[in-house]
């Protein structure tokens, strides 16, 4: 077969152990032709293959976003935002003006909000001051609390407070009314709602489908915003991803993108179990595996979020938080729960993901695998473990031993990229910062790791990712967590693409898999650490189509 797309003059990372180095790439009806040397490659060009002189730049395989929100992440591309603001008059300036710009929007939306934004906890009250008259709320960075003005709460019907399930929460003030803090995704979906994305919120806050069934210009304008995150994450280099929440509607979304000719990355999507579900739920993951199970778009696994997050306390811990007497927060699902769903999900061959970001809930996630283990023998599930913020030492061997991935985010560290060290690191408590974020303990005790960033929770770059991960410094009292260059480029490629299932379509370059490549603008290896941020994507290929080029 002739050659319709060659790579040439390359510095080629291939990720295969076989050979990790090579000079060109050649490619042909979605597939790599060959790897090799210039002269051998070259030499399948036919007269109408294209040619592209990579002038001594980094080739790798496609990047694998192991964990993101994809619907979500391309939603909030039209929203305010505010990641690295502080103070009132900043965020006051910035919301003015964003309405101004949005006159006739039902719901003026920001994202990126730190919890230390202001100089106090943030309330109605201070928003009321910046926006009095329309419905505005604010997105903390982690996805996992948003504030909302008194217009907000009264237009989403939850002033006077709401019911929620268990680990859900309209924080309510003395005055009966709500203070404006809505911990968690079911608590603030009322808000949501108000800006017309509750269809797209589904997939993680309640794991439902949209009733009534959108029309076909609803879907239309949702099919927009999902295609709108595909080209962003396009532009990042990002050829395959792992959404880390969703429905049969969010796979009906991008199936009608891929009818479009639009779905432009190999896109995976859960069955999101929620604490209210019965077993029986399992028969629809089921059901959208076996609808859904190509080299483009897949189901196949089922997600469970075990906790919340650190900076509200929502995370399960085994021990008080640090100044906060018989606070540990709670699990949403207590251990035997878990435990009895983790063994039929196993059972029937479905993949795992959990976010656990507490030391509790990583205990009992690996328990309830520990369980399945034990009931159906232990096999290659690739089960998962997403986020692992703070672990106990005795639990870290387990990862391993148990085939256990562990799914990392190097922007998530606090000082590391974009969160500030507070006031993470103070609601963990210096006696365990030895505990927390590790990424090469994890692996020298056997564990598989894959790195992703969570977006939009942080910036979906990849490069910034990488290099984040080769600068983050060591916290006190604890020690040198960074992987190598080449582990933690494995960490976003061929260990993502194992991790999901996907090893045998892409994450490599090798002869037969998919072509789904990366171009950098320079050497990855010949710059300085801080220096890989610098970098940007020169060319995103995926399965032989370029997707995005700078």
Request: with cysteine; hydrophobic share 45%; aromatic share 6%.
């Amino acid at each position: 077969m002739q050659a319709e797309m060659i790579i040439t003059n390359a510095r080629v990372l291939t990720m295969d152990p076989n050979r990790p180095r090579a000079e060109a790439i050649a490619m042909g009806a979605g597939r790599i032709l060959a790897v090799g040397a210039r002269a051998e490659v070259e030499a399948l060009a036919g007269p109408s293959c294209q040619v592209i002189d990579a002038g001594g730049r980094s080739v790798l395989p496609g990047f694998v976003e192991s964990h993101l929100h994809l619907v979500l992440g391309g939603a909030e591309l039209a929203h305010l935002q505010v990641g690295g603001l502080y103070g009132f008059a900043a965020l006051r300036d910035a919301f003015v003006g964003f309405a101004a710009k949005n006159a006739d929007a039902p719901l003026l939306m920001a994202q990126g909000a730190g919890y230390a934004m202001l100089d106090h906890p943030m309330t109605r009250a201070d928003l009321d001051a910046m926006v009095p008259d329309r419905p505005i709320a604010i997105t903390a960075a982690d996805h996992h609390t948003v504030w909302a003005n008194t217009a907000a709460l009264r237009a989403a019907g939850i002033l006077h407070g709401h019911v929620c399930p268990h680990g859900h929460e309209v924080v309510m003030g003395a005055d009966g009314l709500a203070t404006g803090e809505l911990r968690e995704f079911e608590a603030f979906a009322p808000v949501i709602a108000l800006g017309g994305e509750a269809r797209l919120n589904l997939g993680i806050a309640t794991g439902e489908e949209p009733s009534p069934w959108p029309t076909d210009a609803e879907m239309a304008i949702d099919r927009a915003k999902v295609a709108a995150g595909l080209r962003h994450c396009a532009a990042h280099g990002i050829t395959s991803m792992v959404n880390m929440d969703g429905n049969r509607f969010t796979l009906e979304l991008l199936d009608g993108l891929r009818r479009e000719g639009k779905l432009t990355a190999r896109v995976k999507v859960p069955f999101h179990f929620k604490p209210h579900m019965g077993l029986e739920a399992l028969d629809r993951a089921e059901a959208m595996t076996r609808d859904y199970n190509d080299e483009w778009l897949q189901s196949g696994f089922v997600k469970f979020f075990m906790d919340g997050v650190i900076d509200s306390r929502t995370a399960y811990m085994l021990n008080d938080y640090a100044g906060v007497p018989g606070h540990r927060a709670e699990p949403l699902f207590a251990p035997d729960r878990f435990a009895e769903i983790a063994v039929e999900a196993d059972r029937r061959g479905l993949q795992i993901a959990v976010h656990a970001i507490g030391d509790g809930a990583v205990r009992n996630t690996i328990d309830g695998y520990a369980a399945a283990a034990r009931a159906n023998g232990l096999r290659d599930m690739r089960h998962r473990i997403e986020h692992i913020e703070l672990i106990d030492p005795a639990d870290v061997p387990r990862l391993g031993a148990l085939g256990i991935v562990a799914s990392l985010q190097p922007p998530h560290a606090p000082g590391a990229m974009d969160f500030a060290l507070q006031p993470t690191m103070d609601v963990i408590g210096a006696k365990r910062w030895a505990d927390a974020y590790l990424c090469r303990t994890l692996a020298g005790q056997g564990a598989p790791i894959v790195f992703a960033s969570d977006w939009p929770v942080t910036d979906v770059s990849v490069l910034r990712g990488l290099a984040t991960s080769q600068t983050r410094m060591a916290y006190a009292g604890g020690v040198d967590e960074r992987l190598d260059l080449m582990d933690s480029l494995h960490a976003y490629t061929a260990g993502g693409a194992w991790a999901a299932h996907l090893d045998g379509v892409t994450g490599r370059l090798a002869v037969g898999l998919a072509a789904d490549v990366v171009m950098l603008s320079g050497d990855v290896e010949g710059v300085s650490p801080d220096s890989i941020a610098d970098l940007r994507i020169a060319l995103t290929i995926c399965g032989g189509i370029v997707r995005y080029s700078a």
